[in-house]
C-alpha cells in the first residue's frame, strides 16, 4: 500500500491544496473518472464538429485533470490558478511527466478578472472551481456578484462564438442527487444548458479509498463499493454549457 503524507483528520480542502498538493493529485485528484468519460463529454461542449480549437483557457486548473484534456483538444493551453503549489505538480505532472508542450501555466485569481486581453480564446473550461468562489463568499451577501463576476472574465477572453464549460459536482451516487441550491440557479438564469455525466472514483487499495472518502467525502463511505477489481465511489458531475453570445450574467 502506498503511504500519503496526508493529516489522519478531515481538514479543510484549501489546505490540502495548499500543503500536500502531490498526494492530492494520487490518492483523489488521478483517482476521478475511472471509466475516462470526461474527455469526450468536455471535447464536444467546448469545440463541437471543429474537433479542435486554437486556445483554451482552464480556469481553476489545479492540478491539471482538465488541463491535459484541453492540450489534446487546442493547439495552446493557458492553465491559470491561484495556487502556485497546484501549478507547480501540474507542471511535473502533465508538463513534465506527460510531456504535454503547448501549455502555458499562469498564476492568478480566477475569481477574478483573468490576465488576458479580450477574445483570446475560442474556450473557457472550469472544473469545479466556480462553486469554489461561491463556497468562500457564502457568509457575504455578494456572493453572486462575485461568481457573476467569474463568469463575466471567462466571457470576456472568447473569441466570437467561444464556448464556457463549467463542471460541477452532482453529487455522489448513481444519479445526481443535487439541483436545486442558489449557485445552479444561477447557471440556468445565465442560459447554460446543461447535461451530466458519471465521474466515478476508483482506487485499487480499499485503505486508500476510505482515507480519500474520509478526508474529503465525509460521510460517503456507505457509497462504496467493489468493481472490476477496484473500490468504486459513483459520483455525478454536471456539465454547464454556452457560448459568448447565449450566456447573460446580469444581476438580476
Request: aromatic residues 8%; contains cysteine.
Amino acid at each position: 500500500m502506498r503511504r500519503y503524507r496526508l493529516p489522519a483528520q478531515k481538514v479543510p480542502h484549501r489546505t490540502v491544496y495548499e500543503r500536500y498538493p502531490g498526494e492530492y493529485q494520487q490518492l483523489i485528484g488521478a483517482r476521478q473518472d475511472r471509466r475516462r468519460l470526461l474527455p469526450d463529454a468536455l471535447r464536444r461542449r467546448a469545440v463541437g464538429e471543429r474537433g479542435r480549437c486554437a486556445v483554451a483557457v482552464d480556469v481553476g486548473a489545479g492540478t491539471g485533470k482538465l488541463t491535459a484534456v484541453c492540450a489534446a483538444m487546442a493547439d495552446f493551453v493557458l492553465a491559470c490558478d491561484s495556487s502556485p503549489t497546484m501549478l507547480q505538480v501540474l507542471q511535473q505532472t502533465v508538463i513534465g511527466a506527460q510531456k504535454v508542450g503547448n501549455v502555458d501555466c499562469v498564476l492568478c485569481d480566477v475569481s477574478q478578472q483573468l490576465p488576458f486581453r479580450p477574445g483570446v480564446a475560442d474556450a473557457a473550461v472550469a472544473g469545479w472551481c466556480v462553486s469554489e468562489v461561491k463556497a468562500k463568499n457564502f457568509v457575504r451577501d455578494d456572493w453572486a456578484l462575485l461568481v457573476r463576476t467569474s463568469l463575466l472574465s471567462m466571457q470576456r477572453v472568447l473569441v466570437a462564438s467561444g464556448s464556457v464549460v463549467l463542471l460541477e459536482t452532482l453529487g455522489f451516487g448513481e444519479e445526481p442527487r443535487r439541483s436545486g441550491s442558489h449557485f445552479y440557479k444561477l447557471l440556468v438564469d445565465g442560459h447554460f444548458e446543461q447535461d451530466w455525466l458519471r465521474t466515478d472514483y476508483g482506487w485499487e487499495d480499499h485503505a486508500d479509498a476510505l482515507r480519500a472518502i474520509k478526508l474529503f467525502f465525509h460521510g460517503n463511505e456507505n457509497l462504496l463499493l467493489e468493481q472490476d477489481g477496484q473500490w468504486v465511489l459513483p459520483e455525478c458531475t454536471g456539465v454547464w454549457y454556452g457560448t459568448k453570445e447565449t450566456l447573460c450574467f446580469s444581476d438580476h
